[in-house]
Every structure is written in structure tokens, then in C-alpha cells.
């Protein structure tokens, strides 16, 4: 396809002295990014820019070759590019650096950052980034504090040539500037110096203080703002609406979405996925879902929170089926839309469908997104597809820590466990600091495998690190079944009694079972009476656990005195689900009725196969 584009090119431009070459490779450039190899068609594509010389003086056509270079996973070329262009303005720069970030060149990318002609946000976010990803904290830290001396910088020169906050504009964007570096009480000087101040003025204010973490102040300035007479706009109540999903308050968040209703806002796309983010961080499927419905819009913020929403309350069916359809009804995709979907895939969604999940992201071009690479690793984990997983990881330009966590936990899980150590010991190498994510796959992995002595050796370094890491019940959960599977039951009991806070249920599980298998009948009754202490609606299947024990030992009145406490006490069901996938659609199953279409029929032809499934003269059916 691009090649009779460049032969048509050729020939309109020998026949009628074609002059839209610009817009025209501006075209061709985007159709090489859809194709099967883009690089190829690229350099086909660039070397009729060489040949006509517009590769070096025209930016625009220079910075998509760079970018579309780069996305299609040939960051050379790309370079290469950016050295020939004669003439870069500052999205040539941040491309630039974009690139040497995902390659990990830090040392190079820094390099460029400090010969940058001008900078922007963007500039100082990817180097800092950067830096995080490749483990550099410090060198990240010192970048964000020179970004922020030198937003002073420019505070000073502006208050220094105007003498006073006269112009709006200038005012609104160091507030907006302070607002995203943290600085709250900068922002709040500049906003009470300003001569006079607007509805954007006031957006910035509330929006600084939600991404700071100043979420009671948001509300107090929006009080403040409503009190001085200034109308609020869809960001005003997005904003508001984030400080209440920040802070889980539900209340507050139900009296802004009425109040939102009551200003004309509800069909506003800002303000439902604000709204659909609220009422999913505060568990209230059912509110998110008639937010949803009700506002009838077509729009990729709307339906990623949706989707996001799904995914997080384990309803992973329904994320999948919302995305299927905004896939056929055009909706544009984002990273973060499909890491949801991804996550969700990994859970009831066929080996095969999870391939083309794959291949959708490599066509969408968001296969370098760190959130998604870290998704896609994760999904082929819970298939057992640890190769690919792995082929996935060792691809990835830059690793941050989530993806590093993500494929130490799924080598763990899948009995790759002297592999998941060692990668451990890979991560430490390559300068990142583990937090607690980390040491509880590491510690899971060394308990699995009865790694003692590995397994201690881990869990002693944890406050060691240069910032050192506080364990929790996690990690001590790990400790306790490490002990257990080597036979160290009073070692366990004891290393418990050294906590410093009370274990959790889970630790108490596993030592009641622990007990179970050593005959410690008075140690069970011991720790199950506080498991009901810790989890009285829980479904007590540790009590189960301690009355089966009983009955070995023939202590009946034990049993029917536990049989009556297990009934007096208000359990919590947990129904037991499956997935089966036929001819690439998914049934889901659960555990007593199963209803969904075709029940019956499915049934009586089960009751068919259970008779013909018998297996011989002794009668006996499978059920």
C-alpha cells in the first residue's frame, strides 16, 4: 500500500507539479503505523522525504518520523533522525528524550536534558520518570527539586518585570504550576495576590489542593468560591468530586453529584467518570452503574471508568463484555483501559482471546506503556505462560518496580522458585529499592519451596535497605508457614509472640492447621477461639477444621457443642465460580442453581451422560 502511494506521489508530481507534499506524507505517515511492519514501510516512506530534502528543514514531518520510528520499535532509526533535522523545536526535544528514557540511556538522556534549549512540563516529567523507572530515586528527587527552584525562578522574574499579579493568565498558570508540583501554599499566595481572579483561577486552586493531598482545603475553597458569587464549571465539579473519591466520603460525593444534576452537569463526560470513580472507590456498584446508564454517552472517559470500575470489584465478566463493546462502537482506547482489561482477561478470559487482547495492544501501539507491559506480563503468569511472560519482560526498554514485582510474584506462583530469588537478586543488582510487594512474592516463593535458611536471609534484610522496608502480617504470614513446613511449630508460636502488633487471621489459619497435623488439640482450641475473636462472620472453616479433629479422637460432646456455636453464628456464603470457553464464547458457572440460557436443556442432556457413563458392574456414576 505505501508503495503505490509513493509512485502516485511520484507521478502527480511529474504530471501537475504536486506542491501538498507535507499534508500528503503527513498521511502516509499515519497509515505506516497501522500496518503489519511499520518500519519497513517508514524507511520507504523517509527516504522520498531524503530524496526530495524535506527531511531536514520541515519539523512537523521530522517529529512524526521520530515518533513513528520509535513507536514501531526502532529507537536508532529514530534517533538517527532527530541528529539529521536541521531545525527542532521543543516536541522534538521531549521525543528525543522520550526515546534514550525508554532505552534506560539515563546518563545520555540527562545529558540532553541540561543542553535543552527551553523546557516544559513535559521535559522535566519524563526525565524524572525516567529516573524512577530505572531506579535512580535520588537523582529523581534532586531533578524535582530543581524543577521546583526553578518554577521559583520564573515566579521571581514575572513578579520582578510586571511588579504585581495583573495578568490573569500568567497568574492562573503559576498557580496551575504550583498546583502540580505540590506547592499548595504557593499556589494559595499567588491566588490571594492576584488582582482579580476567574473561574479558572479558582479550577486550578481546587485541582492543586485534590493532587496534593489537600482534599478538606478543596472542599474549603469551594465553599469560599460559591460564597463569593462565581458560577462553577464541569472541572469545579470534577475536581470536588476527586477530593471525595480521594477521601472515600460518600456522603459529601452524593451531595455534589445532585448538586452537579441540579447545575446541568449530569450528561457532562467530566463530571460521570468522576462521578463513576467516586461511587467505586466507595463500593456502590450499583450507583456507578445508573450513572453510567443514565448518561447515554459515547465517550473513552466514561466508559474507562466503567470498565476500571468492573475490573475492581472482581466483576470481570462484565469489564470485558463493557470493553467488547466500546471496541464496536469505536470508543478510543488508553493505556489505561486496557491494563483493566488485561487484568481482567487473566482471570476467566481463554488463552486464545488473551493472544488477541495481545495483538490488539501491539496494533494500538501501547505496547511500550509501562502499565500495560506490566499487564500483559501478569495475564500470561495466571495463564502458566511463564516463557512468554518472561519474553515480555526481557523486551521492556525501561522496568519499573511494578513490573519487576508483577513477574517475581508470577514465577513464584507458577513453581518457578529459585528463578523468582533470582530475579530478586537481578532487581537489587539493577539499583532499584524492593518495597513491600516485593519481599512478600520473594518470601511466598521461599515458602512455598520450604526455603528455610533462603527465606530468613530475605525476610532479615528488609529493614537493611537503604530505605528500609517495615514487614507486616504479610511478610510475618510468610515467616510463620516457612517455619511451619519445616516442623518448627514452637518456633513459630514464638517468633508470634515477638510481634510487635497482633498477627492477623490468616497467620492464625495456618498455625491452627499446623497444629491439626501434630495432634495439638489444646493449642487448636487455643487459637480457634481467637480466630472467632478476629473473624466471628467469617466461614469458619477452621472450626470445620477443629470438629473433624474432634471426631477422631471421639469427643462427641466437643463436636455437638462446636456444631451449635457454628450455627449461632451469621455466616458470610462465598459462591464458588467457574469458566468454561466453547467456540470462543465464555460460560460461567456457579456452585447450587446455575441460571443462564439454555439451563434445561444443557441439564437433561448431563442426566443423559451421567447414564451412559457408567462404569461397569459395580453401578457407579459420575456426578
Known sequence: MIVVFVCMFNLLQKAHRFHHTVSFFSGINDQCSSLKSPSNSLKLVHAQLVKIGLNFSNVYLGNR?????????SPKDAVKVFDD??????????????????????ATARRVFDEMPERDAVS?????????SSGFRDSAWEVFVEMRDHAKEMHCRIVKKDGCYSNLVVGNSLIDMYGKLGLVDYSLAVFLSMERVDVISWNAMISGCCTSGYERFAFHQFWVMRSSGFEVDEYTVSAVLTACSNLRNLEKGKQMFCFSTKMGFHGNAVVCSAAID???????????LRVFKESHMFDSAVYNAMIACHASHNMEENAFDLFVYSLRESIRLTEFTLSSVLHSAAVFVPVEQGSLLHSLVIKTGFETEAIVASSLVQMYNKYGLVEYALKIFSKMASRDLIVW????????????????????????????????????????ACSYGGLLEEGMAVFSSMPQQQRGVVPTNEHYN??????IRSGLINEAIYFLYLLQWEPDSRIWESLLLACGDYENLELMETIADRLMELEPHSPLPYLSYLANTYEKRGRWESVVRLRRKMEKV??????????????GHTYSFEANPTFHHGRENVCSILGFLKQDMSTGDDNVFIN
Open 570 to 583: 451469621t455466616r458470610k456464603e462465598v459462591a464458588d465460580i467457574s469458566w468454561i470457553g466453547i467456540k
Open 278 to 288: 467516586l461511587f467505586s472507590k466507595c463500593n456502590r456498584l450499583g450507583s456507578a
Open 85 to 106: 533535522m536541521s531545525s527542532k523545536n521543543i516536541f522534538s526535544w521531549n521525543l528525543y528524550l522520550k526515546v534514550l528514557v525508554k532505552c534506560s540511556d539515563m
Open 478 to 483: 510468610c515467616v510463620v508457614n516457612m517455619m
Open 124 to 132: 522535566w516529567n519524563t526525565v524524572i520518570s525516567g529516573y524512577v
Open 405 to 444: 514485582n508483577t513477574m517475581i510474584l508470577g514465577l513464584a506462583d507458577n513453581g518457578k522458585l529459585f528463578e523468582s530469588i533470582e530475579l530478586f537478586e537481578k532487581l537489587l543488582e539493577s539499583g532499584l529499592h524492593p518495597d513491600q510487594i516485593t519481599y512478600s512474592a520473594v518470601l511466598s
Open 65 to 73: 518520523c521520530v515518533d513513528l520510528y520509535f513507536k514501531s520499535g
